[in-house]
Structure formats: structure tokens, C-alpha cells
């Protein structure tokens, strides 16, 4: 089986915008191209997805008609970790050397808040309010602070942190600081989450050019090597994304899963890790997922995250462009930010926001909808 390379990069800053979300995922497509140093018609198969601005082979009257496999992936916000996942297997199994992973979005304003019925689920479900993700999220964190000791003043340093980061991110929505103070302080949407402490449906685009060994090395540059890919659905007994409840027998999480797969794939562990993109929809994600994804034990956080530990400069550094929570989260397009930021910190382009000692390894992960993950570790 062939290895995979990541030969190009591109993005096109996240926020609001007039652009329309397709022609933002063009933008990325092109910017990644460029990144490589190839042609659109250089490229043999394209994965892609959208959540709310259609299909995302809708890019090719743009990009150019060439006749390319292009497949539509559609998994929550999990889309552009699945779309790279797809490519990965494309390019892998020796068939392509040359693949596009393209993921953008451009969401109405306002909370996610689907009908239950498009999840197969009562309508009584969402009469509860269950279905809005800010309670759902609330509900969610309230638990896990009361079973393992995490403080409110965690959850504001998580977003604190976010927002420092994002200064120095030119593709981040939220450029300025928020003091620690003004985060807590400020409106409460759900207990204990105030206003600060949640991502926004936001628009945005990122696209990936992936190569095999003998076209990357065609290429003639410093390439980075795709480690690891896994995702994983939820079992019996998870800690399912629309519950804030947990049986009794837990299951593990569909990112333990994927978090284990790509670590036996890439014959590496958490502390191989330099640099961490985690999804963090919210701050107590942030804070669950190091745990989830391997990096720390359930309530270990409280004293990292207040030591400092996941900033720029700390031993664990986490969300460096400011996550969702300064970036915002445009669904096709959230996953393959993550992996758009860790190439940048491995070439160490991250200017202010660089994580410092030559990063050679970087770690994602991203949820989505109703209970899957998908991880992804780079290395050069």
C-alpha cells in the first residue's frame, strides 16, 4: 500500500462574507492548487462536502470540466475529516496519485437546532429542547464537571486562550483578545456556557491536494506524510452525541476509537504529539476530547489547562488558530481547518501563533453528528 503525502494547502478565511459558500470552497480549491504547484486538470479524483451550501461538485463548472471522479461526502461535522479520509484510501490503494479534498459552508445566523425527525427521533425529543446544541452542550458539561472536577474559570480559559491564538490566524473570524473576566462575566446562553464559551455557524472553505510518494516527489519539495486516518461510529453504550446521559455499562466514544486506530496506524502515541487541533464546538468539548482523544485522564485537565500546558508555548499546545471557537464552524469546511493549521505549524509559517521547537507531528480530531469521529495525524 502506497504512502500519502499532503502536497497542498489552501483556505479561504472563515467568518461572514458575500461571497456564496461554493465560490468560498473555490477559492480554498485553488489556493490549494497553487500551494502544490499543479493544474486542475492535473487532478484524477475529488471528495467533497457541504452542509448548507449544496453540493460540492458544484465547484466544477468553476475549477474547470475535466471529467474528474468527484464523490459528494456528507457526515456531519465530520464531512472534511471523512472527504480527506476518502482520499487517503483513493490515493493509498495505488489507484490515484493525485487527489483534492475540498469542505466549505456558509450557515444561516442563529444556533444549530435540527428537527428530530431528521436525526429519527421523536418529536417530543426536541420539545425539550434537546435538539438545540446549545443546551444539548450545556447539559453535556454540566455532567462531566460535577463527575470530574472541572471549574467554570476552566471553561472561560479555554476560550481565552482561543481568542489570544486567533490574533495572529488571518483565516480566523475572531481576531481580538477577551479577557478572562469579560468571558465569564458575559451573557449566559446555557448554564454554565456564557456566550464566549460557543463556536458560530460561520462560512469558510479548505481544500487539501494529497499525492502518492513518486508524484510528491516529482513535486520537489518539503512534503508531510499522512501518519494516520481512522473514523469511528458510535457502539452500544457511548456517550451518544444527541444524550447528555450515560449508561450504566459505558461504551467507549467514537473518538477513542478513531484516537487508537490512527495511533496503531501510525505506530505512534499521544506524547509523539506536537501540536493538537481538537474539536471544540464549545469549551467543555475542548476540554472532554483531550481526555477522549488520549492526551490526559478525565479531570487531569483542571490543572493543565490552568497551568498553562495547552497554550502556544506549553507542553501541550491545543487549537492554535483558535479553534471553532474564534474560527467558527462552517461544517464542510471545519475539519479540514484543523489539518490546514497543522500543516502551517509543521512548515513553521504560524508567525505569532507558532508553536515553538519545530513541530514534526500534528494531531486533529474532529465530531460530528449523530455520533462519529475522525482523526488525522501529519508528520514530516
Known sequence: MSEVFIVGAGIHPFGRHELSGLDQGVFAARAALADAGVEWRDVQCAFGGSFAAGDADAALPRLGLTGVQFINVANGCATGGSALLSAYWAIKSGEFDLALVLGFDKHPRGSFNPAPADMGLPDWYGELGMMLTTQFFANKIQRYMALYGISRRTLGLVAEKAFANAVHAPHAWRRAPVALDDILNAQMVNDPLTKFMFCSPSEGGAALILASPARARQ?????????????????????????????????PSPAEMAAKAAFQMAGLGPKDMNVLQLQDTESGAEIMHMAENGFCEHGAQEKLIQSGATRIGGPMPVNTDGGCLACGEPIGASGLRQVYENVIQLRGQGGGRQVPGNPGIGYSQVYGAPGLAAVTIIGK
Open 219 to 251: 513535486l520537489g519539495r518539503d512534503q508531510i506524510r499522512l501518519r494516520g486516518a481512522a473514523m469511528r461510529t458510535r457502539v452500544k453504550g457511548s456517550f451518544e452525541v444527541f444524550s447528555p446521559s450515560l449508561d450504566i455499562e459505558r461504551g
